[in-house]
């Protein structure tokens, strides 16, 4: 209750009356900033697995960050994947090196054929996307 109550008061306190400032909440989940060559998406976790990993991933410089995200994607941006209509999994993506074609493509083609890719592809692996940076609690969302 106390996390819910300082995360409400966080976004009263950081918001304008004119512009609402999508902010990292300060919960269970770590949330990262995925770039796919122009276009960006957040991710968030909780699986020390992927932590692990993420975590790995983050000590390397950018350039040897050679890991895509990989996983299941769903409807809406759950308040932290803005400006697309969709979102990976909470706990049910992970990292790979390879993928198949079918999966790849960029976030804005995700977010305009959402139907398509949730009906026959159901799963979302874009080959250019690496792993930015950890979005802290409380940081505005990119």
Not at 11 to 33: I, M, N
Not at 104 to 120: A, C, F, I, K, N
């Amino acid at each position: 209750m106390k996390r819910l109550l300082a995360f409400g008061l966080l976004l009263v306190a950081g918001c304008s009356d004119k512009e609402e400032v999508a902010r990292v909440p300060d919960d269970a989940y770590r949330y990262f900033l995925v770039s796919s060559l122009t276009e960006n998406f957040v991710v968030r976790t909780s699986d020390p697995a992927v932590l692990q990993v993420a975590d790995s991933l983050l000590a390397l410089p950018a350039e040897s960050r050679n890991m895509l995200v990989i996983g299941p994607i769903d409807r809406g941006d759950e308040g932290y994947n803005r400006p697309w209509n969709w979102h990976f999994k909470t706990n049910q993506w992970t990292f790979a090196e390879v993928a198949i074609e079918l999966c790849d493509g960029m976030p804005s083609y995700v977010h305009q054929h959402l139907d398509e890719w949730l009906d026959t592809v159901g799963s979302y692996c874009p080959w250019s996307s690496r792993l930015e940076k950890e979005l802290l609690p409380g940081e505005p969302l990119p």
